[in-house]
């Protein structure tokens, strides 16, 4: 069974890391680029950080460059998303999903409804 299961989010104060996992069964990271995004109240589902699943190139929009880092643990068909110096409007709930081109990144561009993770919550505040 196709599954994306999210996990580490939690509250931490401005400055502070979380590191994010993405457990992925019933494919293997070999056969689908993976992509992490955000959606906070009120606000539209955008891309933060994709990675390729042949050469682990990654894309990050803009606000988290430099403070975001994507890597894949292939033994572990596992997904990161390490995020340092958090800021509150990092603040939202964070899915992992399957995308067909990582540069695009984007919401659309995921391969279908099943491929989506169920989110875990990121709150930034102090």
Known sequence: QLQLVESGGGLVRPGGSLRLSCAVSGFSLDSYHIGWFRQAPGKEREGVS?????????????????????????????????????????????????????????????????????????TVSS
Not at 63 to 74: L, Q
């Open 50 to 122: 994709c990675i390729s699943r042949t050469d682990d190139s990654a894309t990050y929009t803009n606000p988290v460059k430099g403070r975001f880092t994507i890597s894949r643990g292939n033994a572990k068909n596992t997904v990161y998303l390490q995020m340092n110096s958090l800021k509150p409007e990092d603040t939202a709930v964070y899915y992992c999903a399957a995308v067909f081109d990582p540069a695009m990144c984007h919401p659309w561009d995921v391969v279908g409804d099943d491929y989506w993770g169920q989110g875990t919550q990121v």
